[in-house]
């Protein structure tokens, strides 16, 4: 193999275009992604639209750009695809802090009880649960639901903001959060309340979102933003990629510390080559976590379409 460490970005970007056809691989990337990254994935998107264009997808190898949980998602969804992760390391705090012990407690204590889990979860919560949704569509999604008791896992902030939205529900909440989105700091905001338009992830606490013009998913806020001249944008930096490209007659504002997802910033273009050329990272879910997992995942893509 050679040393990606020599090679100019002209030469990777054309041993990479090699690989890809000689193994028959795309490239799924998040949003939340270094620039290096979406520069050369084929799909960039939010986690529904990844989930929903995996599916899509004819290539016998999937790369997916972004963490852990996302993978397993694709995998699941994809069993005879080859799916791969160019760090395997990569991961999502808040997916871990909801488990199978609490779900279980939740459905002994509650009657028509949905168990309904954020696509940021592991393979096995989601086995466990009733229907997945994303920070795009659970809103939409639990309306939809006939039971009146929601236990919604594993993001606090998130659920919360759909309680909100939805008082005909009891949506009762787990205790995870995102620790990008939870320690975003309340007084920057509130220094540019009024001052400019204030776009704003549901994953964020409620005092924020209660400053927010508008409150969407990465995909929502990335169409939003193109309405406005002046933008705070209240989401993991990596929006702004996409956001520069699309509209680069507008003025973004970031905030002073910077919300950066530190297991996104992993992945980088020598690891994405590294594991296409050498098949590393597969993901692999056993077939009764699969089996499981694959029924939620498939509802939510039903009810979010």
Same mark, same amino acid.
């Given at each position: ?24 691989? $795309? ?6 992604? !270094? ?27 999937? $790369?997916?750009?972004? $963490? ?30 909801? *488990? ?28 466990? *649960? ?34 909100? *939205? ?83 007659? $507008? ?5 002073? !510390? ?9 992945? !980088? ?11 590393? !990272? ?24």
């Amino acid at each position: 193999m050679e040393n990606l460490e020599k090679l100019n970005l002209e030469d990777k970007l054309q041993k990479l275009k090699k690989l890809k056809a000689e193994k028959d691989a $795309v490239i799924l990337a998040h949003y939340y992604v !270094n620039k290096d990254i979406q520069d050369i994935a084929d799909y960039i998107g939010d986690s529904f639209f990844l989930a929903q264009k995996a599916t899509e997808l004819k290539e016998k190898t999937i $790369v997916m750009a972004g $963490v852990y949980f996302m993978g397993e998602s694709v995998k699941i969804l994809n069993p005879s695809k080859n799916v791969l992760m160019p760090d395997i390391e990569a991961d999502c705090p808040m997916a871990h802090m909801i *488990s199978v012990e609490k779900i279980k407690e939740m459905r002994e204590k509650y009657d028509d009880l949905a168990v309904v889990t954020y696509i940021n979860s592991t393979a096995e919560i989601k086995a466990y *649960s009733d229907v997945c949704v994303t920070s795009s569509n659970a809103t939409k999604i639990v309306n939809k639901l006939k039971e009146k008791n929601i236990f919604f896992v594993p993001d606090r902030n998130l659920g919360d903001y759909i309680k909100k *939205s939805l008082p005909n529900k009891n949506i009762i909440l787990n205790d995870g959060y995102c620790p990008v989105h939870d320690e975003i700091n309340i007084d920057e905001i509130k220094f540019y309340k009024g001052k400019v338009k204030i776009l704003a992830h549901p994953e964020c606490r409620k005092e924020v979102l209660d400053l927010a013009d508008f409150i969407g998913s990465t995909k929502a806020i990335i169409n939003e933003a193109g309405k406005y001249q002046d933008v705070l944008v209240v989401t993991e930096e990596g929006i702004f990629t996409e956001l520069n490209k699309r509209y680069p007659n $507008v003025k973004f504002r970031k905030l002073s !510390n910077r919300p950066i997802c530190n297991d996104m910033k992993k992945l !980088n273009l020598d690891k994405v080559i590294e594991v296409i050329e050498n098949n590393e !990272n597969q993901i692999n879910v056993s077939k009764e976590i699969r089996d499981k997992a694959l029924i939620p995942l498939k509802r939510m893509l039903d009810l979010g379409a």
